[in-house]
């Protein structure tokens, strides 16, 4: 099982991304998945995650700017980040608890990170 994470890089304030998570391997529908962020020397955080039944979370500091959604097949979850300021800066993290043939009592993964950059 694989967590793919892209769509970092560096924007100004007041700008948009789009981050982008594809799980991989032989899995079955995964519930939930999500967002966090790690700022320096501090612990990650949520920042957003969605259930394939249409729940959804944000932190605070997300509500209102970022959007989550949840690709068709289940395996994919989307970031999309507007009106950045330089505070969003940070480390995204794809995260997701998957049942899988190797797992099937289920494990929580991570993807690789993807760095955030806001200038001001």
């Known amino acids: 099982v694989q967590l793919q994470a892209s769509g970092g890089g560096l924007v100004q304030a007041g700008g948009s991304l789009r981050l982008s998570c594809v799980a991989s391997?032989?899995?079955?529908?995964?519930?939930?998945m999500g967002w966090y962020r790690q700022f320096p020397g501090k612990q990650r955080e949520l920042v957003a995650r969605?259930?394939?039944?249409?729940?959804?979370d944000y932190a605070a500091s997300a509500k209102g700017r970022f959007t989550i959604s949840r690709g068709s097949a289940g395996n994919a979850v989307y970031l999309q980040m507007n009106s950045l300021t330089p505070e969003d800066t940070a480390v995204y993290y794809c995260n997701a608890f998957i049942f899988s043939a190797d797992r099937p009592e289920g494990a929580e993964y991570w993807g690789q990170g993807t760095q955030v950059t806001v200038s001001s």
């Open positions: 391997g032989n899995i079955r529908p995964i519930n939930p």
């Open positions: 969605a259930a394939t039944g249409g729940s959804k």
